[in-house]
């Protein structure tokens, strides 16, 4: 484990040099502290951490060295049930591989023997001198298959269909104004017309509003079986 | 008697029945004018109850204190700045969850609340029982039950409401909304850096204020920023870091994490206050809209309606015009032989007479149109018919919402401009504004149909049809063109709540129609008659003309001389010569008055103007009767009438005769229709430009667009003409 450190912060110095990033020694002195510990941390625990070891320094700095580091891939953000936002190491080499889901962003660790094989086979039938790889399989993970495969427009709706309201995209300002007026996620909604490249009717209970198409594509929707 | 004065505050939902019940509060004492700066209809009523003196203001109706729109920003900022004793938030109690998301809002402000659950009766046959005991121990505030449309329950409303202004009142601590954790820490320690920095500056309540903050709220922010002195950067920050940290600890907007919770509290009082019997019965608007709002046959039955509301407003309205205009010509035909021959009487009649009767005779067609928009609007159809027509107006750029103004616009463009206040976005109403004129209006139709019946005989309707398609045309045209370059504006995230199918009362009927009829005849009725004095000045003057010929000593020679032979004459003769007589006198008479027109200052002008409408085939009577119908377009036929030597009743035989004899050309006529079309409104409509938009600019910027987009068009209608001729 030491010497994996000691390869990480030679790439934190060149990294953070290279960037021109300030305040340098603090900042690896947090580094240091934060390599040192073996589970996940939040901001307020590395300030005590870092108080322990004789560094005294302010959490909204502390935050923001916890942020470079999750950009240049030394540390990763993490959200737990309880809402806190904790950091955790992220190793660049491990002899573990990722697989990472793009819709809610978790992490799926995976160990495949004969992969680890096939690529030092791979390296060597080229006369590749491999020192370390890094495997991250993109997509998305079974649970949101399973939750979001439904998924679809309310712009998409036909005349006559009933649908659940799933998500909201797009800016604040129009969310703000769909959970005003009294449509929120979890809504059950009927589609009463929707013409073609016109407004949409859609009823919820003994309520009824017309909605522009361009605020109606930003509504996910799934449909509600009868 | 010295009165105590309560002012009260009317706010609530749109269709929460927040009007009914200020129209039955009120009754007929209301006063209607403008907000202050914008043009949000403000309405307010002064009534004497139980002995105090109480002044009710009927706040525009929002969803939330959330500044989105105007209207928001109005109520929110009513209740915070003008402090009203009470506020008195009107809940639909049929929909009660969605209601309680403002009555959160107002419960966070520092303000007197009372709820009115109103439509209790909707709500009890849709099987809910709301138990009022509970809701107002839960929120510690009145709660009485109303049906509005019944009048039941107001005096009850006005009683609690005067007893929550007499009593002292004490902040609730524990009723409001209670955010999670992080929120709560949040907005602590905003507020008492809020209370330590500002030393009061900030006039609101530290709390609410932090809220706002933390949901970086832009007025409260820009109110912040100025009223705090120094500090105000600081505590922004602040707010900037606080908002950072929860959006970080959230992974959402402060603002909706709040909103949600605010939701989450709200269902808890649901749980506790709402009972739900079984019965789930089907929702009649939503079968109606099945129907009307229909991809198929919605908009033929749209259409339907807009035909059989023009129908009634001309049909019906033709017959209390006449008796107008028998009441006027009795009245002048009264004075004529009252008062004796001087300029005054000449004033009187020509001037005032004539030119307020001109508008006089237009109110039935307003009274009914506004009668029948009001329906539109009482019974729920009104919106339904914006969203029907969006897909058509987005081909200007608009919303379906500026579709409303713009069909008013056919009847008269002065209530038609005051409908587009109605219109959200500022640059939305800027543009309906700019292209309503296009619009023809009912008083250039009297032109039309003396012009095409002259010119164009059998095939007189096809004309003018095409006539109002051009104004439709060029508006288009100039909606998109004025979308691309001087009005570009996001298109706003557009939702609109389709309310519920209602009967209305006609009592708000009556109380509609009469507050626009009322500003329609008070504002236009003065300007008018300011404008029909300044054209009788212009052909009165000067008084003194060398008349070619001594048109009185003629007359009179005539008469003597027809007089003579009538007294000589057999009795079968006496008829005749009698009429010859007259014929020659009047003759006499119009060539007098043709003469006096052309020498007038008007006449003067018109000849002045005669070069730059030469091009386009109006000669300098035409230009005249032009520059007359910039006072009200209905005058251009009358001038029309004086200066074609015709007599003056419009639409008559004798104006479409002198009017081919006098050497106008069928092209030329279709020249003048299509200038009067488009050329700049009347003066009227200019002074409902200047108010509604607000801007001297825009006014002259759209007297100046219209003038020349007619006189291009016309140009090239006229010369493209002579030249396709050749």
């Known amino acids: ?226 | 008697m010295n009165q105590k004065r309560f002012s009260i505050a009317l706010a609530g939902n749109p269709n929460s029945g927040k009007t009914t019940i200020f129209n039955n509060m009120t009754g007929t004492r209301q006063k209607v004018g403008n907000w202050p700066g914008v043009t949000v209809e403000k309405k307010e009523g002064n009534i004497k109850k139980f002995g105090y003196d109480l002044k009710i203001i009927d706040l525009p109706g929002t969803y939330s204190l959330t500044p989105f729109t105007i209207e928001e920003i109005i109520a929110r900022d009513f209740v915070l700045e003008e402090r009203p004793d009470v506020v008195i938030d009107i809940i639909d109690a049929s929909n009660l969850e969605r209601s309680l998301y403002l009555a959160t809002q107002f419960r966070e402000i520092d303000c007197k609340v009372l709820f009115a659950l109103n439509m209790a009766d909707v709500a009890r046959s849709r099987g809910l029982k709301i138990d009022d005991k509970k809701l107002s121990e839960l929120l510690d505030l009145p709660v009485v039950f109303t049906v509005g449309n019944k009048n039941q329950g107001i005096d009850t409303l006005l009683e609690k409401a005067i007893e929550l202004a007499e009593s002292s009142y004490e902040i609730p601590k524990k009723r409001r909304v209670k955010y999670s954790k992080d929120i709560e820490n949040s907005i602590s320690s905003l507020k008492s850096f809020l209370e330590n920095w500002t030393e009061g500056s900030i006039p609101y309540n530290p709390r609410w204020t932090a809220i706002k903050l933390l949901e970086d709220d832009k007025i409260v922010k820009k109110r912040v920023l100025n009223e705090a002195g120094k500090n105000s950067r600081e505590i922004l920050q602040q707010a900037q870091i606080h908002r950072d940290f929860l959006m970080d600890r959230f992974d959402d907007d402060p603002e909706i994490v709040m909103t949600d919770e605010r939701y989450g509290f709200i269902a808890g009082i649901i749980k506790e206050v709402l009972t739900t019997s079984a019965k789930q019965r089907i929702d009649i608007s939503r079968n109606i809209d099945l129907v009307l709002t229909n991809r198929f046959v919605g908009f033929p039955i749209f259409l339907f309606f807009i035909w059989a509301m023009f129908q009634l407003t001309f049909s019906l309205g033709a017959y209390p015009m006449e008796w107008i205009d028998i009441g006027v010509n009795f009245v002048s035909k009264s004075l004529v032989h009252v008062l004796p021959n001087n300029l005054f009487k000449d004033f009187l009649l020509n001037g005032v007479i004539a030119g307020v009767g001109s508008v006089v005779i237009f109110l039935p067609n307003i009274l009914i149109l506004f009668f029948c928009i009001s329906i539109f609007e009482d019974t729920g159809y009104m919106s339904r018919a914006a969203f029907l027509m969006d897909k058509i107006m987005h081909l200007i750029g608009l919303h379906g919402k500026s579709f409303i103004p713009m069909l008013m616009g056919f009847g008269c463009n002065v209530p038609a401009i005051m409908a587009s206040r109605t219109l959200e976005s500022e640059k939305d109403r800027t543009l309906t504004i700019l292209i309503t004129p296009f619009m023809s209006c009912s008083a250039k139709l009297p032109v039309y149909i003396v012009l095409a019946g002259a010119f164009f005989g059998a095939r007189a309707g096809s004309v003018i049809f095409g006539i109002y398609m051009v104004g439709i045309i060029l508006s288009i045209v100039t909606g998109r063109l004025f979308r691309s370059t001087l009005l570009r504006g996001a298109d706003a995230p557009f939702v609109m709540e389709l309310p519920p199918y209602r009967a209305p009362m006609i009592k708000s009927l009556l109380i509609h129609m009469w507050d626009r009829s009322k500003i329609f005849l008070k504002k236009m009725g003065g300007i008018i008659l300011i404008g029909s004095v300044v054209v009788w000045i212009l052909s009165a003057f000067p008084q003194n003309i060398s008349y070619s010929l001594d048109y009185n000593s003629k007359i009179s020679e005539t008469k003597a001389s027809y007089n003579a032979e009538i007294e000589t004459a057999h009795e079968s003769g006496k008829k005749l010569l009698a009429k010859q007589r007259d014929d020659a006198v009047s003759e006499l008479i119009k060539a007098k008055k043709t003469e006096k027109a052309e020498k007038s200052f008007m006449g003067s002008i018109g000849k002045v103007l005669a070069p730059v409408f030469a091009p386009i085939g109006i000669d300098w009577r035409g230009s005249i009767a032009l520059l007359t119908g910039f006072v009200a377009k209905e005058i251009v036929v009358s001038t029309m009438g004086v200066l074609y030597a015709a007599d003056g009743t419009e639409d008559s035989a004798a104006l479409k005769n002198a009017l081919l004899s006098s050497g106008m050309t069928p092209l030329g006529a279709l020249a003048m229709m299509v200038f009067v079309l488009l050329y700049m409104p009347c003066l009227a409509t200019v002074a409902a430009i200047r108010r509604e938009t607000g801007s001297f600019k825009w006014m002259i910027f759209s007297v100046v667009y219209s003038t020349s987009l007619a006189w291009i068009v016309a140009f090239c209608i006229y010369q493209g003409g002579t030249i396709l001729a050749v």
């Open chain 1, 1 to 226: 484990m030491k010497r994996v450190h000691k390869r990480e912060k030679e790439q934190f110095k060149k990294l953070f040099k290279q960037e021109n990033i300030d305040h340098f020694e603090d900042r690896f002195n947090i580094l240091e502290v934060f390599l040192q510990t073996e589970h996940h941390v939040s901001v307020a625990e590395l300030v005590r951490l870092l108080k322990e070891d004789g560094h005294q320094f302010t959490p909204d700095f502390v935050r923001d060295t916890l942020k470079l580091m999750c950009r240049f891939g030394f540390a990763q953000k993490r959200r737990f049930n309880n809402g806190q936002v904790c950091y955790e190491h992220r190793h660049l080499c491990q002899h573990h591989d990722h697989m990472i889901c793009t819709k809610c962003k978790n992490i799926f660790e995976f160990e495949n023997e004969e992969l680890e094989n096939l690529q030092v086979q791979i390296a060597g039938a080229y006369n590749f001198h491999m020192l370390r790889h890094k495997m991250e399989i993109y997509g998305i993970c079974s649970k949101c298959l399973k939750d979001h495969v439904q998924l679809m427009s309310l712009v998409n709706a036909k005349q006559g269909e009933r649908f659940e309201i799933k998500d909201f995209i797009g800016g604040a300002t129009a969310h703000m104004r769909l959970l005003s007026m009294g449509l929120r996620i979890g809504d059950k909604i009927d589609v009463v017309t929707n013409l073609d490249s016109g407004q949409l009717v859609i009823a919820i209970d003994y309520n009824r509003y017309a909605l522009g198409r361009g605020l109606a594509k930003k509504i996910l929707v799934e449909p509600v079986v009868r």
